[in-house]
């Protein structure tokens, strides 16, 4: 099961850590895998290095951790969309991915 937390410091999202494999199929053939990993890359890609902002950024095979250093409501609103993307995706598939809200980063 792959399993998302969501970093949240004074009501605003900051972050996520993303971790396991969903087990809905083999790696390589895994959809529920295909698209979180598409969904965390575009939101993290597009909030460096499109917008520029910075991040704490660690990961490793089936690991990735994503903290804010500096942000905009911008960078925000597009972990906010990860969040809402992600939890429809939970929703459809409860067995292969469980989103956990809350947790504080330590950035």
């Given amino acids: ?8 410091d004074e009501n605003r999202l900051t972050g996520f850590e993303i971790s396991g494999h969903s087990g809905f199929a083999l790696e390589g053939s895994d959809i529920v895998c295909a698209a979180i990993s598409s969904a965390v ?9 499109v ?6 950024i660690s990961e490793k095979d089936g690991y990735l951790n994503f903290r804010l250093i500096d942000s905009n409501d911008t960078s925000i609103k597009i972990l906010e969309g990860l969040k809402l993307h992600l939890t ?3 929703e459809q598939y ?3 991915i469980k989103i956990i809200y809350g947790g504080k980063s330590n950035a």
């Fill in 1 to 8: 099961m792959t399993q998302v937390r969501f970093y949240i």
């Fill in 41 to 49: 890359l575009m939101a993290a890609n597009t909030i460096t290095e």
């Fill in 51 to 56: 917008i520029g902002d910075r991040a704490d």
């Fill in 88 to 90: 429809q995706i939970s």
């Fill in 94 to 96: 409860p067995d292969n």
